[in-house]
């Protein structure tokens, strides 16, 4: 029981960490740039893609719940993308 629990404590701390690294990615990529070319949309929207499938393959109701936020946050700032 003990490796369950620390392989499913892990687990959410990959997906948080990959969740830090999608809103920081989404900066690099797009902070600076004023209008969005389709290739960046296409880009912004496949990392995003990517994430969600990766998280929402776990069926985790707290990733899910952090994806959802996270993903509302970048929605704020960079509203081209959804």
Do not use: C, P
Not at 18 to 35: A, G, I, P, Q, Y
């Amino acid at each position: 029981m003990k490796v369950s629990g620390d392989y499913d404590r892990i687990l959410v701390d990959n997906f948080k960490e990959e969740l830090e690294w999608l809103e920081d990615e989404f900066d690099l990529l797009f902070k600076h740039k004023k209008n969005y070319s389709k290739d960046d949309i296409a880009l912004g929207n496949l990392i995003i893609e990517k994430v969600i499938d990766n998280i929402s393959s776990n069926d985790s109701e707290e990733l899910i719940n952090l994806l959802t936020i996270t993903l509302n946050r970048i929605e704020q700032t960079y509203s081209e993308f959804f």
